[in-house]
């Protein structure tokens, strides 16, 4: 996961918290959201992703979750996690571009099709 978060704040301009919150709250999203089996493959493959995920929903353990649909709702959690609109882009951008080194374009492809909206953002 260092190498996501420390890739995420140079490209976007943040800090590493920031960063980190914003890849917890992605991965807490695709958890939720994507193919259980695509996720699980990019979680494997990220390291320090499942602590990552573990953490991130025990702290949310409760909470309403993502407002919105689709996209929109990641869109809501970023943006609750302190990014602007164009970090959000950047943040799914370069995040969706680690992913497909990880992992392939194949499983990469599968989460994004399967959250309506996604593509628009990336």
């Known amino acids: 996961m260092d190498e996501l978060v420390a890739r995420l704040s140079s490209a976007a301009g943040i800090d590493a918290a920031k960063a980190t919150a914003a890849v917890k709250a992605i991965l807490v999203f695709l958890d939720r959201e994507a193919p259980a089996d695509a996720v699980g493959e990019l979680v494997n493959a990220l390291p320090g992703a499942d602590a990552a995920l573990a953490e991130a929903k025990a702290q949310q353990d409760g ?54 909206g996604l593509e628009a953002f990336i």
């Open 63 to 116: 909470e309403a979750g993502f407002g919105g649909f689709g996209a929109m709702a990641a869109y809501h959690a970023l943006t609750a996690v302190g990014l602007s609109g164009s970090e959000v882009q950047v943040v799914t951008k370069e995040l969706l571009a680690h992913a497909r080194e990880l992992v392939g374009e194949e499983t990469v492809g599968r989460i994004v099709g399967s959250i309506p």
